[in-house]
């Protein structure tokens, strides 16, 4: 065979194989479409079908929260820095942006902004830092402004307060805390610092990026931790007792609705990890809106991503959504639902897969598991009165502290039927997590200025108007409506807040299928959950997707040049 003939048959072949893509884009692929899922009608033709065989990369992002919002961002830089084009479309299924971090107005009032979710993140988190500073966030004043009572924080066990931390802390008040304690506090943090620097490479090489968050652990030292309940860790480690109990407890409570029995060292570390506490004004979410803002992605509000299909002719997805356009006053269509479709290079998943209600076709390598969350109860309420000292056994002339966490009382500790319970089996004889005195605002009623106070509980159940009353020290029997001058405006949010960390030694895989094309930040909720975790999340899928970007085109330049190689050596024959 002559050398240049051979040429002329790969072209033809090449020229046929992209006929017959046009072919199929023009007919066959949209009558596909339109047969999606049994009849549902594909209202608008399949998007940028050309993204499939074209140079400039499209990634679809499914979720708007730290994670999505992370990978958006983080990719656009990484992207740049290694001169890639790529464009970025973010699929958000509500109608705001920062997924758990999001906030409410009381009253109304778009100057009373409340945080509803993830409310604080501290100075070692690095990428939300980072992100403040660059988009010239403020910082809220509220955790300084809300000072009310002498102290700023308690801890009840359903009985007693058996700890109170005073705003102004004097050498009398540490002297006191070593009397009942000993050093256990001071190695606490220690253990702590060294826990969360081991947890702080994965931020830089050669952890970083990692494809793997086991491995990635284990390279780390992080195991031992992760292994063991955070009783069993601090007890390993010297530190147990009643300072645990007491107030590492009492942590783990308040950020993650569980016992020492049942989460795992590496957060329990975490949940004392306080140092620099911060928010922003206006709200948490305004980091991630900024994120979205520099990423100068394409974001779809209110649009849920219903299912994933690869295309039989190519690699890559086809990302199908619907809209949902009762927001905008639009009459519901009583016809089929209306589905768009749009093809990416890449997939991430950046939000809790088992509550996505996603379809993958066909199903990845690797598909995540479904793994319990808690049920968190959020109840933000305002009234003019103050928290009752009755209702927690204190008399009459002693204030409650602005900040009440809960722990197990001495009998409830010996339970582990408690001690390791979910929800309300293991949230003992206080009946709550917390309940915390966030602010005192200025209201105007009936032309006169009031002060009211502002506050949140975090508890298991749904908290009653006749309980939130009993918190007050109002004792109504069998009230369940809100009186207006006790509970002047509430809310209430249900949240699947985080994943109950029980010990594990491997985690979430992050690229589901080995072409490299679907990736998962969520896969790293029950190892970390927090705002900054998931952020790291995200960008590390972005840094993974453009080393695979890289890896691609090498591979590709390498075959070209082994075939480039054949073809010389035949001519030559």
């Not at 605002?441 to 949140?456: A, F, N, P, S, T």
């Not at 979430?508 to 998931?534: P, V």
Request: glycine share 8%; with cysteine; charged share 20%.
């Amino acid at each position: 065979m002559v050398a240049g003939s051979g040429i002329r048959g790969r072209l033809l072949a090449a020229l046929s194989v992209f006929v017959f893509i046009l072919v199929f884009r023009a007919g066959a692929f949209q009558e596909a479409l339109e047969q999606y899922d049994g009849g549902k009608q594909l209202h608008e033709p399949i998007l940028n079908t050309d993204s499939l065989v074209r140079s400039v990369r499209r990634v679809a992002v499914i979720g708007a929260g730290a994670g999505g919002s992370s990978t958006a961002y983080y990719l656009r830089k990484f992207a740049a820095n290694k001169n890639f084009d790529v464009t970025i479309t973010v699929y958000e299924k509500n109608s705001y942006v920062g997924g758990r971090s999001t906030t409410v107005n009381v009253y109304n009032n778009p100057d009373e902004v409340v945080e509803l979710g993830a409310s604080i993140f501290v100075e070692v988190n690095e990428s939300l830092f980072n992100a403040t500073k660059e988009f010239g966030l403020n910082y809220s004043d509220s955790y300084v402004s809300r000072r009310v009572s002498k102290d700023a924080l308690g801890v009840y066990d359903g009985q007693n307060f058996i700890f109170r931390q005073p705003y102004d802390t004097t050498w009398w008040n540490n002297l006191a805390i070593l009397w009942k304690y000993g050093l256990t506090p001071i190695r606490t943090k220690q253990l702590m610092k060294q826990t969360i620097g081991k947890f702080l490479q994965l931020y830089r090489a050669p952890f970083f990026p990692f494809s793997s968050l086991t491995e990635a652990a284990q390279k780390a030292n992080l195991l031992q931790a992760t292994a063991h309940t955070g009783e069993q860790f601090l007890n390993i480690n010297g530190v147990g007792g009643k300072f645990a109990t007491d107030l590492v407890q009492a942590s783990t409570r308040v950020n993650y609705a569980q016992n020492l029995g049942i989460i795992h060292g590496l957060e329990t570390m975490v949940c004392m990890a306080t140092d620099n506490a911060m928010s922003i004004m206006g709200g948490n979410w305004r980091i991630f809106s900024g994120m979205l803002a520099a990423s100068n992605a394409k974001v779809h509000l209110n649009t849920a991503v219903t299912k994933l299909r690869k295309p039989s002719f190519g690699g890559g997805w086809i990302v199908y959504s619907t809209q949902d356009t009762s927001h905008k006053g639009q009459e519901e269509n009583e016809s089929a639902p209306i589905v768009q479709a749009e093809a990416f290079d890449e997939v991430v998943l950046a939000s809790p897969f088992q509550f996505s209600n996603i379809e993958i076709h066909p199903e990845p390598e690797k598909t995540p598991d479904t793994i319990p969350y808690v049920q968190l109860h959020v109840t933000l309420f305002t009234s003019p009165l103050r928290l009752s000292p009755d209702y927690f056994n204190l008399p009459a002339d002693q204030e409650v502290p602005d900040t009440v966490l809960t722990t197990l009382n001495a009998t409830e500790q010996q339970d582990e039927k408690i001690t390791r319970g979910e929800g309300i089996h293991g949230v003992g004889s206080s009946g709550f997590f917390s309940v915390s005195l966030l602010r005192a605002i200025k209201r105007e009623v009936g032309g006169v200025q009031k002060i009211e106070y502002l506050y949140k509980i975090f508890s298991p159940a749904e908290m009653t108007h006749s309980r939130i009353k009993g918190f007050l020290g109002v004792k109504e029997a069998n009230v369940e409506d809100v009186d207006d001058e006790v509970v002047t405006w509430s809310y209430k949010k249900v949240w699947h807040s985080y994943p109950y960390l029980y010990p594990r030694v491997t985690f979430e895989e992050i690229i589901l299928d080995k072409e490299q094309t679907l990736f998962y930040t969520s896969a790293i909720e029950s190892f970390i959950s927090t705002m900054e975790t998931s952020s790291l999340m995200g960008m590390n899928v972005a840094q993974l997707v453009v080393d695979s970007w890289e890896s691609k085109m090498k591979a590709s330049k390498k075959a070209r040049h082994v075939e480039e190689d054949e073809l010389t050596v035949k001519a030559k024959l």
